[in-house]
């Protein structure tokens, strides 16, 4: 059993910035990507950014430069720094972990990132 525990989210001002935390708990391999995507209302599932287990990284467009992903493979734990956060960036935010030898994929359950304009 895999769980993904979230915490961080919150309601900032426009340039401001937030650290998400995602915690991974369970029977994870070595060999996995941890991800952020986000939902906004009305809109698809995106992918924010995710990091590899051996630390490459990827990046949605609208976040390079503003957003950093970053883990502790010792905790299991992901982050996602975001800066300079805009009204756009509004979503509900999703940690997501994919366990490449079991080709598997599991959600957290989501935490709510408001930015006021």
């Known amino acids: 059993q895999v769980q993904l525990v979230e915490s961080g989210g919150g309601l900032v001002q426009a340039g401001g910035s937030l650290r998400l935390s995602c915690a991974a708990s369970?029977?994870?391999?070595?060999?996995?990507?941890m991800g952020w995507y986000r939902q906004a209302p009305g809109k698809q599932r995106e992918l924010v950014a995710d990091i590899t287990s051996g630390g490459g990284t990827k990046y949605a467009d609208s976040v390079k430069g503003r957003f950093t992903i970053s883990r502790d493979n010792a905790k299991n734990t992901v982050y996602l720094q975001m800066n300079s956060l805009k009204a756009e960036d509004t979503a509900v935010y999703y940690c997501n972990l994919i366990l490449l030898m079991r080709g598997a994929g599991y959600w957290g359950q989501g935490t709510q990132v408001t930015v006021s304009s």
């Open positions: 369970g029977s994870i391999f070595s060999s996995n990507v």
